[in-house]
């Protein structure tokens, strides 16, 4: 069975605070992405990675950064925790045809 | 600049009820994909359905079933004899890369299916 896991399903941080969300995949799929979702605005690109060590900006990357060290692991890092960036994070990893999505981490700015 | 537009918020039916979510897409490329995907409560999003810009021809798939028409950039999905499992958001999404890169979505619908 295909997975991607999210490590958090839930997170509560405080203003300021750096934040590590971790996504690992199952499949060998070389391209990763991280959206935000947000009541209203739908699914947001923040950032994808095509290949290990590779990065590239999406359309709301300001706030975020990431890291692609080996193949099944893409982390989102928010470098200083704003209270703009509660939202849920989902994280996906894409074949030919078809992408899979994590279960998505709900984080909590206070 | 890629746009999906899903117009309907919110819609509610009685089960058995069949229900059209609409689906509006803007994109100047000649080749591009349209999917739909199912969010229910549990939070992952479920792939649905793919469909490239060169296959028009609708599709059925049990009690779901697909409008594709280029003439109106509308990709419309339809649930015949809702269910109460039926009960989700719903985006449909646009890539016009090869496969499911770089996806924008629309803003979801969510359907409540009322027993």
């Known amino acids: 069975d295909v997975k991607v896991t999210q490590s958090s399903r839930y997170l509560v941080k405080r203003t300021g605070e750096k934040v590590f969300l971790e996504c690992v995949q199952d499949?060998?799929?070389?391209?990763m992405f991280w959206y935000r979702q947000d009541p209203g605005l739908g699914l947001r690109l923040i950032y994808f990675?095509?290949?290990?060590?590779?990065?590239e900006k999406g359309d709301i990357p300001e706030g975020y950064s990431v890291s692609r060290e080996k193949k099944e692991r893409f982390s989102l890092i928010l470098e200083s925790a704003s209270t703009n960036q509660t939202s849920m994070y989902l994280c996906?990893?894409?074949?030919?045809?078809?992408?899979?999505f994590g279960q998505g981490t709900r984080l909590t700015v206070v | 600049a890629q746009k999906v537009t899903q117009a309907q918020t919110e819609i509610s039916v009685v089960e058995k009820e069949d229900v059209t979510l609409d689906c509006v897409y803007e994109?100047?490329?000649?080749?591009?994909?349209l999917f739909w995907y199912k969010q229910p409560p549990s939070g992952e999003l479920v792939f649905l359905i793919r469909?490239?810009?060169?296959?028009?021809q609708n599709e059925i798939s049990g009690r779901y079933s697909w409008n594709f028409q280029k003439s109106t950039s509308s990709f419309n999905f339809t649930i015949t004899a809702s269910q109460v499992v039926d009960s989700a958001v719903y985006f449909c999404?646009?890539?016009?890369?090869?496969?499911?890169?770089?996806?924008?979505f629309g803003t979801g619908t969510r359907l409540t299916i009322i027993p």
């Open positions: 996906a990893s894409t074949s030919d045809t078809e992408a899979f």
């Open positions: 499949m060998d799929h070389e391209n």
């Open positions: 990675s095509y290949d290990v060590k590779m990065k």
């Open positions: 994109t100047r490329d000649t080749t591009y994909y």
């Open positions: 469909r490239n810009s060169f296959d028009e």
């Open positions: 999404a646009l890539s016009t890369a090869f496969g499911n890169e770089k996806l924008t």
